[in-house]
């Protein structure tokens, strides 16, 4: 009989340079150069029109409300109707989402 290896695990120490985390910084461009165009998007039994933006063209401080798509090569972003959202010093998209509960 053969053997065979079929897991290894290995963990590694030590220390490496600290990382410039301005290269993450967002372009300097305006909200209106990263919108792409527009969609149908359906939210809450109803079609609404949704603005979507390129994630890589998003400005420091650019304000998205939703409804809106953010589109990346790897990843979408879906903004609800009544959320906000604010893009931070390094490129993240905080995302506001309001707490109020729905009238029944």
């Known amino acids: 009989m053969v053997p ?3 897991n290894v695990r290995t963990t590694v120490i030590g220390q490496r340079e600290k990382v410039d985390l301005s290269i993450f910084r ?6 209106a150069s990263a919108e792409t165009g ?3 998007v359906y939210f809450d039994g109803e079609w609404r029109k949704a603005r979507i933006y390129d994630r ?3 400005p420091l401080g650019a304000a998205i409300e939703g409804p809106a798509i953010v589109e990346q090569s790897d990843s979408t972003l ?3 109707p009544g959320t906000t959202s604010r893009v931070d010093e390094y490129g993240n998209i905080v995302v506001a989402i309001d707490q109020t509960p729905a009238a029944n």
């Open 4 to 6: 065979v290896l079929a």
């Open 26 to 31: 967002p372009s300097e461009g305006t909200l």
């Open 38 to 40: 527009t969609r149908d």
């Open 56 to 58: 890589d063209s998003l």
């Open 78 to 80: 879906v903004l609800d």
